[in-house]
């Protein structure tokens, strides 16, 4: 994983999305959302690239649910899809979680595929 992805501690995520910590634990059990330990304290974090601005207001990036989702259904471990979405991939022209970003969701997704 990459020292230059901005990282967001579950409180610092909930605060920029505008929820609560318990909404971010809630998405996290569920799976709409994944974290890794990182840090002194070994906390949960997540890349702050989870979120964008949309019309006045911060959400997290609609097609990262499904590519979740999809990866998880195939064996990936929460820590390998963290990497797997940080990491560059020479189909895409960046990393996934970049081309998701930039809505290419279809591409990123076939890469995904050709892993599994």
């Not at 634990?25 to 989870?50: I, Q, Y």
Request: no cysteine; charged share 25%; net charge negative.
């Amino acid at each position: 994983m990459s020292d230059e992805v901005s990282w967001l501690s579950v409180p610092d995520f909930a605060d920029a999305w505008g929820v609560s910590a318990s909404d971010v634990r809630d998405a996290l059990r569920t799976g709409a959302l994944v974290a890794v330990r990182r840090g002194e304290n070994d906390a949960w974090h997540l890349p702050a690239g989870f979120l964008e601005e949309h019309e006045g207001q911060v959400r997290v990036l609609p097609t990262l649910v499904g590519t979740l989702t999809l990866l998880r259904d195939n064996g990936f471990s929460d820590e390998e899809i963290v990497a797997w979405l940080l990491e560059f991939h020479e189909e895409l022209g960046a990393s996934p979680l970049g081309a998701l970003r930039e809505g290419r969701r279809a591409p990123v997704r076939r890469v995904a595929q050709t892993l599994l």
